[in-house]
């Protein structure tokens, strides 16, 4: 049951996607999408700088994972481009992860070039992740679920409603940043090929990693 509720999910973001980038494709069947679709996309640091990982919609059922690395997340973004013959965009991409190893620079920075250049939807659930983001992203489309972006959306989103009852989105991060405010993402753990959720947010402030936070009660003292 779940397993068709997730398909026929992703196949309306997929017919969705499909009509707002082409309009006349209902009578252009085999017309080639010139845009690379990704549902959700990570970054985390590396040896040459930067990777970025994107789930990237094949068709209603199918996703498969870009990535590529480059001096700067531009850059990176760029190769996929390169690669892909296409263009990316993130107008549906409903989760966005950023590894720990991003620890010591402003995130906010890589935040905003999403809005910025792929203006990427402000409700973009956020995780903060010890795990590898690429392994993880596998991970979370390996156990379908009714969520386009797998298992990381729904854990990033019971998160956000039954557990710290606040937004964990783009949106009320930059809100907090820009008001100089303690901001907050959901902390999933991947270790062992497996997703954990620690029950825990990851409080930035001035957009730097600052620490893991456990409980809500901790979240307003921090606050």
């Known amino acids: 049951m779940i397993r068709i509720l997730w398909r026929k999910k992703v196949l309306v973001v997929f017919l969705a996607a499909l009509l707002i980038l082409f309009p006349g494709a209902s009578v252009r069947p085999a017309q080639a999408l010139s845009k690379t679709i990704f549902l959700s996309v990570g970054v985390e640091k ?78 973009a659930l956020l995780v903060w992740t010890n795990g590898d983001v690429k392994g993880m992203l596998e991970a979370s489309f390996k156990s379908k679920t009714d969520a386009p972006g797998g298992m990381l959306e729904t854990i990033a989103a019971h998160n956000q409603l039954n557990v710290f009852k606040r937004p964990l989105t783009l949106d009320r991060f930059f809100k907090d940043y820009f008001g100089g405010r303690v901001a907050f993402m959901s902390a999933i753990s991947f270790e062992t090929d497996e997703i954990y959720n620690t029950g825990q947010v990851a409080a930035f402030k001035n957009g730097l990693f600052k620490r893991l936070v456990a409980q809500t009660s901790d979240i307003l003292d921090y606050e």
């Open 46 to 123: 590396s040896a040459g700088g930067y990777t970025v990982i994107g789930a990237a919609m094949i068709n209603a059922e199918e996703t498969k994972l870009v990535s590529a690395e480059g001096a700067a997340v531009e850059e990176a973004f760029g190769q996929i481009t390169s690669r892909q013959g296409r263009t990316v965009s993130l107008a549906h991409c409903n989760l966005i992860v950023l590894g720990a190893s991003l620890s010591g620079e402003n995130v906010a920075n890589i935040l905003e070039y999403f809005l910025e250049k792929f203006e990427v939807s402000n409700n």
